[in-house]
């Protein structure tokens, strides 16, 4: 059987998280128009009968403005070790700038087996594919590039066949059951964080947080209280909205998705928490579960 590690590397929105849950055919990270969604390493399991491959979802990488923002990165960069092949995920719709340089120059540093992976091909024309397969082969030596639309699913079981090729014979890492190594708390309180990052605009995306402060399993049901922390007053504010229409909105559509994941009735609520300045002190981003990984941890 072959097995191994596949980590999944770039820029925010380039469609890593839409790509994995399209690799394992089900919702495992959430996805968003925003940058910085993923904020922890997630890794889906795929068995089949001649393969194990572990996929780790990374957080975008980007350059930092914020004690979040470099721990993004190093979580994103430290994923790297020990993985036996790379998928460099691109937004092919969005022009090459200094951003795409940044993550491409810091790949280039690790020597790993490279799969360069254009997304969003089903925006671009036959003409346009075309140059910019022609511009990237000139940019990096990859083992293969694979054009791809993660949304749409397209070409995704080819990849995988492929990247079998660049895999060992080893053993299996994980139970054959095993889909995800996050556990339904994590599963919990990133679906609720998604739904803030639909409902919001500007600056309260990255300003938010969202912690579990109870879950109580009965037979037919669970009752689930979360926290949801931002950085300023006026944030909380935008988030309960007016005469509370907001911060129900976002009860409604997390309580709508945690049914159909937990398949049980839920009973939600949710409260807003100001902590000031939160993305800049690392004992917080430790208490709201966003980690730091060491190489050491893999």
């Not at 995920?89 to 360069?116: C, H, R, T, Y």
């Not at 889909?179 to 803030?196: A, G, N, W």
């Not at 949710?270 to 981003?285: G, I, M, P, Q």
Request: with cysteine; net charge negative; aromatic share 6%.
């Amino acid at each position: 059987m072959k097995s191994g590690f596949i980590a999944i590397v770039g820029r925010p929105n380039a469609g890593k998280s839409t790509l994995l849950n399209a690799i394992m055919n089900q919702k495992l990270a959430i996805i968003s128009p925003k940058p910085q969604t993923t904020r922890n390493n997630i890794q889906g399991i795929l068995t089949t009968e001649d393969a194990q491959m572990v996929f780790i979802d990374t957080p975008g990488i980007h350059k930092p403005h914020h004690e979040l923002g470099r721990t993004l990165n190093k979580s994103a960069f430290s994923s790297l070790a020990g993985v036996d092949l790379v998928y460099y995920m691109v937004d092919a719709s969005v022009p090459f700038g200094s951003g795409e340089e940044f993550v491409l120059n810091n790949l280039k540093e690790k020597q790993l087996p490279i799969f360069l992976i254009l997304n969003k091909v089903d925006l671009l024309s036959k003409e346009a594919l075309m140059k910019l397969l022609i511009e990237w082969q000139e940019r990096l030596d990859c083992k293969e590039i694979f054009p791809v639309s993660a949304l749409k699913h397209d070409n995704i079981h080819e990849l995988l066949e492929v990247s079998k090729n660049y895999l060992n014979e080893g053993p299996k890492y994980f139970p054959d059951d095993m889909i995800c190594d996050h556990d339904e708390d994590f599963m919990i309180t990133e679906l609720i964080r998604e739904k803030v990052l639909y409902k919001t605009e500007e600056e309260i995306p990255h300003s938010v947080a969202v912690v579990l402060e109870k879950k109580v399993n009965k037979k037919s049901s669970v009752v689930i209280n979360a926290l949801i922390i931002v950085e300023r007053p006026s944030q909380k504010g935008i988030l309960i909205g007016k005469q509370g229409s907001m911060i129900k909105d976002i009860g409604i559509d997390s309580r709508r998705d945690l049914e159909l994941i937990l398949g049980k009735k839920v009973y939600l609520e949710l409260y807003v928490r100001v902590e000031k300045d939160w993305r800049n002190r690392a004992s917080k981003l430790q208490q709201f579960g966003i980690r730091e990984m060491d190489e050491d941890d893999e």
